[in-house]
């Protein structure tokens, strides 16, 4: 499923943490993965006014070459790793290239920090919005490690929306092709945004909303053949599902984005939030 890994990279600790979980993916899929930098445009006013801006974008240009062909250079040796390099809007290019040259994932980290945390980093944010393929990232990159390759949980949440069959079938096949353990998990919004999260083991939900959950989750394993147990809870929905993910120490936690791109439909759903506050990588698909 994923041959073709994109790894967009600044140059950055961050870019560096992600190396680990770059190679992971590689390591379980057989994938190859290229390395992507974006050159800024040029930040300085004085710069411009003091030289041709084609000479200044070729020095530039040259400059990003020689740092990206030796950056990460004995994890991801060329040319079996191949480097990209564009120039511009960081997000726009990521995801054009993801598309044009059809990566089939996209691994990238957060940013994570006091502001930038609640937006994700705008690089990460856009680039959710933009691109086509999966995205997996996490903020956790700096402080935790892959799990070994004997460890493979992963948990599905699904909202049992006209989208959930295809997020479900993806999750499936994912989890098949390295042998992971799957494990689907939904939040049912609870009535009082305040109350606590209630879980389905210890039935505090609501009965008819629980059954009616379930019902809906048992029709669509059926219709793809998937055996995966279900964990329920009730509450807020980013909670509940960061919460289920904590409860099953998953190692990577698969969640469904909007099919259509654009920030108009895209900041509706839960991605962000999910993504922000996750215990784990968050593969967005």
Same mark, same amino acid.
């Given at each position: ?71 990460? #250079?004995?994890?991801? $040796?060329? &040319?079996?790793?191949? @480097? ?7 997000? !726009?290019?990521? +995801? =054009? ?44 990159? #700096?402080?935790?490690? $892959?799990? &070994?390759?004997?460890? @493979? ?7 049992? !929306?006209?989208? +959930? =069959? ?120």
């Amino acid at each position: 499923m994923i041959q073709e890994i994109l790894f967009p990279v600044d140059f950055s600790a961050a870019c560096v943490a992600m190396v680990p979980f770059v190679k992971r993916a590689a390591d379980l899929f057989g994938g190859r993965v290229s390395l992507l930098y974006v050159v800024p445009p040029p930040a300085s006013g004085f710069e411009l006014a003091a030289r041709p801006l084609p000479e200044i974008e070729e020095d530039r240009r040259n400059v990003a070459w020689k740092r990206l062909h030796s950056f990460l #250079e004995h994890q991801f $040796p060329g &040319p079996a790793n191949p @480097r990209l390099l564009c120039e511009g809007d960081a997000a !726009t290019h990521i +995801s =054009e290239v993801a598309r044009d040259r059809t990566f089939d994932l996209i691994v990238m980290p957060t940013h994570a920090g006091t502001f930038r945390r609640m937006l994700l980093g705008s690089t990460t944010a856009k680039v959710l919005n933009q691109a086509d393929c999966p995205v997996f990232t996490t903020q956790h990159a #700096e402080t935790i490690a $892959p799990r &070994p390759l004997e460890h @493979r949980h992963w948990a599905c949440a699904i909202g049992l !929306t006209t989208d +959930s =069959e295809r997020v479900l079938r993806y999750a499936v096949k994912m989890a098949a092709a390295v042998h992971a353990n799957l494990s689907i998990v939904h939040a049912i919004q609870a009535g009082d945004p305040a109350s606590p999260i209630q879980f389905d083991l210890e039935e505090r939900i609501e009965p008819a909303a629980r059954r009616e959950a379930r019902r809906r989750i048992d029709e669509l394993q059926a219709a793809i053949g998937s055996h995966a147990p279900v964990c329920i809870a009730a509450g807020p929905i980013k909670d509940s599902l960061v919460e289920l993910a904590q409860r099953l120490n998953a190692d990577a936690l698969i969640i469904g984005r909007s099919s259509q791109p654009g920030v108009a439909e895209r900041l509706r759903d839960l991605t962000y939030a999910v993504v922000r506050d996750a215990p784990c990588p968050v593969v967005s698909v």
